[in-house]
T-cell receptor
């Protein structure tokens, strides 16, 4: 099993550009998550999908949209990138709501100039 | 929401010494207490967890202790090794109460030779 995979690993955008971060898991997990990690602030939840067909806002959703394409894939879209969105983005999955461990992908380092 | 604090934010120890990281939380309903380890360039990975009906749990050189009355739990690493150098996060949660993990701000542990 590859676990949780994310593409791309690195990306540089200019202010106002758009892009989609891709995430896929092959563990047949129901729940998927997007976090951002900034220095000194831990991981903050952007959006999550408790199960296929549902998405909900997390702590810092402004400026982002998500799509749960199917059970395996959960994408994060930046419609108009801003320098404040420079961060490392992690996707994670969890087997189901009552199962506690989250499995994280390797991250995408995004720089917005 | 849950307020989570970790101390210290950085910790430097000599190889072979012990390291202790403390996590304080605000939601007295939390009943699941995990610790995640994040190595450089990777996503966090669960290393040990404890439930509220248990006071202590050990797994080889790592242990977690819980004080529910005081609302804090700690990660203990004995006989530290260079490969223990990483950032450690706590993420207390009420299981079944939703999907929103709140991570602590992290502790950078450096094990020096």
């Amino acid at each position: 099993n590859a676990g949780v995979t994310q593409t791309p690993k690195f990306q540089v955008l200019k202010t106002g550009q758009s892009m989609t971060l891709q995430c896929a898991q092959d563990m047949n997990h129901n729940s998927m998550y997007w976090y951002r990690q900034d220095p000194g602030m831990g991981l903050r939840l952007i959006y999550y999908s408790a199960s296929e067909g549902t998405t909900d806002k997390g702590e810092v959703p402004n400026g982002y949209n998500v799509s749960r394409l199917n059970k395996r894939e959960f994408s994060l879209r930046l419609e108009s990138a801003a320098p404040s969105q420079t961060s490392v983005y992690f996707c994670a999955s969890r087997r189901w709501q009552g199962h506690n461990e989250q499995y994280f992908g390797p991250g995408t380092r995004l720089t917005v100039t | 929401g849950e307020n989570v604090e970790q101390h210290p934010s950085t910790l430097s120890v000599q190889e072979g010494d012990s390291a202790v990281i403390k996590c304080t939380y605000s939601d007295s309903a939390s009943n699941y207490f995990p610790w995640y380890k994040q190595e450089l360039g990777k996503g966090p990975q669960l290393i040990i967890d404890i439930r509220s009906n248990v006071g202590e749990k050990k797994d080889q050189r790592i242990a977690v202790t819980l004080n529910k009355t005081a609302k804090h739990f700690s990660l203990h690493i004995t006989e530290t090794q260079p490969e223990d150098s990483a950032v450690y996060f706590c993420a207390p949660i009420l299981t079944g109460g939703g999907n929103k993990l709140t991570f602590g701000t992290g502790t950078q542990l450096k094990v020096e030779l």
